[in-house]
């Protein structure tokens, strides 16, 4: 066997050491209601893009996250850049803040950009400074080659800093923020620490609380060793009744949404996150996902995701990044099915739905592989069901019903998915509803001989049937007795043609729902011991009928034969 690549080497790290907890209790807690929602879309996200969102691009997303119902919003780094700065000036200058709604903004602990973050707040109504530094082992080590008390006396330097300019505003109705940044790499008594340092400084109380922010700044283990941190704070940490515990998680193993997740079971009340997760490296926690896993559990997220498709187009357009469709609730793909046998249960599913929910409209959603409705995303049932060689008779049958109206009995339904399969598999790609659609028109609506007339004189003991059929050759009459119209003409046929003939199956409906809507109707006609489906389609059923019938003759290959044409057969005999 080739040798790994020496750099592939996982003895260079260690496993993250495990919280030593006796007293766990998240994992028997259930999450009830939507947590306080902070977007971070316009610093975390921004501060990550490979280029910086114009100010008419933070406009357009700042917008959007008002409309979707974020009632607080990091708006910047108003210290870091003249852009971030401006924009804060902006919204607050032009009045572009909803009563309802509360900017923040971020910054280090140093004076000259708290100071400045002040300045840029000027004249907000309310606003929350959110104040941070870091605190884990790694960076005390290594970036600041501080020592703990060294790191705590920057926090504790900030919060006064940030308590004496907020002073000098008293105009602003003012929350604090803080966090320990690098959080999961710091140890938790550490954490607490500083933590109490800090609200030491700002002394919280019930009714004006303060934030601790617990940002999982890179995600280092599995998200219950997250949830065991978060519940030791909780725990320990002084005047919890006057804080707003917060989570910001980071995506570094794939697993920021379930971390904030298990962070709210251990007592969190406040994510921080982004719509679709752009942020650092694999970005931040998504809210969309977030709230939309609460949705899908019953629980109202109090965000309005309605509008997936303008959320997507924003956060593309603002970050120049492309939703991955795969991406969960939001991506192309994520409410279709390829699959034969997923596409066979949804089908079912959604017929059980469609009729519980004409009784009772408040009934529960209950569809194999849809874990909610894509309608209530603006998706389309259209998306749900796309054809390729993986599918199956349940699909193809699915489109053909909700994009034309065809609804093919189960026989037919067998037959034509071979003849979709063979398609999909010769273009070796996505076969198209119109595809689809050409194809039942091409393989059973041939139409090569056409019904002209016909009369039917109905008795007892038999049905008299005669009709005139429109061939290339010229019109032909044809006559034939029989239980019924269809045995009549069968039998009119075979007589026609030599051939052994015996329907099958036969099926119909309408295609509308007016009285001048047209029939469809559908046939399995032996001929000569070889089965044949076919379609007729017309405004009177019985023409329907037989057109279906003259067609699945036309497929099995068997000829009308003219007066003319027997006279000189008969002769050449
Ligand atoms: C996890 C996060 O996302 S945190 C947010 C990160 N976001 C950003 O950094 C985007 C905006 N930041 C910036 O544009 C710049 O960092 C600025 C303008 C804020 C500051 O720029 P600069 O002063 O040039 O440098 P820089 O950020 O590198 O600061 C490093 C210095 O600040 C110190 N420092 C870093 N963070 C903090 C903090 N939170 N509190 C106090 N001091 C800090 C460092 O120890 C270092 O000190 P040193 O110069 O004595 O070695
Ligand atoms: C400033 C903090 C909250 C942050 O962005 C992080 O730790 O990721």
Same mark, same amino acid.
């Given at each position: 066997m080739k040798p790994f690549n020496a750099n592939f080497n996982h003895q260079k790290y260690r496993p993250f050491a495990p919280v030593q907890k006796a007293d766990r209790r998240w994992p028997g807690n259930i999450i009830e209601t939507a947590p306080h929602w902070c977007s971070v879309d316009l610093r975390d996200g921004n501060q990550?893009?490979? @280029?910086?969102?114009?100010?008419?691009?933070?406009?357009? $997303?700042?917008?959007?996250?008002?409309?979707?119902?974020?009632?607080?919003? @990091?708006?910047?780094?108003?210290?870091? #850049?003249?852009?971030?700065?401006?924009?804060?000036?902006?919204l607050i200058e032009e009045d572009l803040i909803p009563d309802d709604?509360?900017?923040?903004?971020?910054?280090?602990?140093?004076?000259?950009?708290?100071? !400045?973050?002040?300045?840029?707040?000027?004249?907000?109504?309310?606003?929350? $400074? =959110?104040?941070y530094n870091s605190t884990s082992v790694v960076q005390r080590e290594q970036v600041f080659k501080l020592s703990?008390?060294?790191?705590?006396?920057?926090?504790?330097?900030?919060?006064?800093?940030?308590?004496?300019?907020?002073?000098?505003? %008293?105009?602003?109705?003012?929350?604090?923020?803080?966090? %320990?940044?690098s959080f999961t790499g710091t140890e938790i008594d550490y954490a607490v620490e500083v933590c109490d340092a800090v609200t030491d400084i700002w002394q919280p109380t019930p009714e004006h609380k303060v934030i601790i922010n617990l940002p999982a700044t890179v995600e280092v283990s599995t998200p219950n060793v997250y949830a065991d941190q978060i519940e030791t704070?909780?725990?320990?940490?002084?005047? !919890?009744?006057?804080?707003?515990?917060?989570?910001?998680? =980071?995506?570094?193993?794939? +697993?920021?949404?379930a971390?904030?997740?298990?962070?709210l079971l251990a007592g969190a009340d406040r994510l921080e996150g982004t719509l679709l997760g752009n942020g650092e490296r694999t970005g931040n926690m998504d809210i969309v996902t977030a709230a939309m896993n609460l949705y899908s559990q019953g629980i109202d997220p109090e965000l309005d995701l309605s509008n997936m498709d303008r959320i997507i187009s924003t956060v593309e357009r603002c970050t120049q990044l492309a939703v991955h469709p795969r991406h969960a609730y939001a991506g192309e793909l994520v409410?279709?099915?390829?699959?034969?046998?997923?596409?066979?249960?949804?089908?079912?599913?959604?017929?059980?739905?469609?009729?519980?929910?004409?009784?009772?409209?408040? #009934? =529960?959603?209950?569809?194999?592989?849809?874990?909610?409705n894509p309608r209530d995303l603006g998706r389309s049932y259209q998306q749900v069901i796309r054809i390729n060689s993986q599918s199956g008779k349940g699909g193809?049958?699915?489109?053909?019903?909700?994009?034309?109206?065809?609804?093919?009995?189960?026989?037919?339904?067998?037959?034509?998915?071979?003849?979709?399969?063979k398609r999909a598999e010769d273009s070796e790609t996505e076969v198209s509803s119109a595809d689809i659609f050409d194809t039942f028109t091409s393989t059973y609506l041939v139409n090569q001989s056409r019904i002209d007339s016909y009369s039917l004189n109905r008795s007892k003991d038999a049905d008299q049937l005669s009709a005139t059929v429109a061939t290339d050759g010229g019109e032909l009459d044809i006559a034939g007795a029989g239980k019924g119209v269809l045995d009549a003409f069968v039998s009119a046929l075979s007589a026609n043609t030599g051939c052994d003939m015996v329907l099958i199956d036969y099926s119909e409906h309408t295609l509308g729902h007016d009285e001048q809507a047209e029939a469809?109707?559908?046939?399995?006609? #032996?001929?000569?011991?070889?089965?044949? +489906?076919?379609?007729?389609?017309?405004?009177?059923?019985?023409?329907?009928?037989?057109?279906?019938v003259l067609n699945a003759v036309s497929r099995s290959g068997a000829t009308l034969q003219h007066e003319t044409t027997k006279e000189s057969e008969a002769a050449e005999a």
């Open positions: 990550a893009l490979m @280029e910086p969102m114009t100010p008419s691009q933070k406009l357009e $997303m700042f917008k959007l996250l008002v409309d979707v119902g974020f009632k607080e919003i @990091e708006v910047g780094f108003p210290a870091a #850049s003249q852009t971030d700065f401006d924009f804060v000036r902006q709604v509360t900017i923040q903004v971020l910054t280090q602990a140093r004076e000259h950009l708290i100071a !400045r973050s002040f300045d840029a707040l000027k004249g907000a109504r309310r606003a929350i $400074m =959110h104040l703990r008390e060294e790191i705590k006396a920057i926090a504790v330097q900030g919060a006064e800093w940030v308590k004496t300019y907020a002073a000098q505003q %008293p105009e602003t109705q003012w929350q604090f923020q803080y966090s %320990p940044e704070v909780c725990d320990t940490i002084a005047r !919890r009744d006057a804080l707003i515990i917060s989570l910001h998680t =980071h995506n570094d193993r794939g +697993c920021g949404v971390a904030a997740e298990l962070g409410f279709a099915a390829f699959s034969g046998s997923h596409q066979d249960a949804i089908n079912k599913c959604m017929a059980i739905d469609a009729a519980q929910r004409a009784e009772d409209p408040e #009934s =529960h959603w209950q569809v194999a592989y849809l874990p909610i193809v049958a699915y489109v053909m019903e909700q994009d034309y109206g065809v609804q093919m009995p189960r026989w037919l339904q067998v037959d034509f998915s071979g003849y979709i399969q469809m109707t559908y046939v399995q006609l #032996s001929v000569d011991g070889q089965r044949f +489906c076919a379609a007729g389609k017309s405004e009177d059923i019985v023409g329907a009928s037989l057109q279906a």
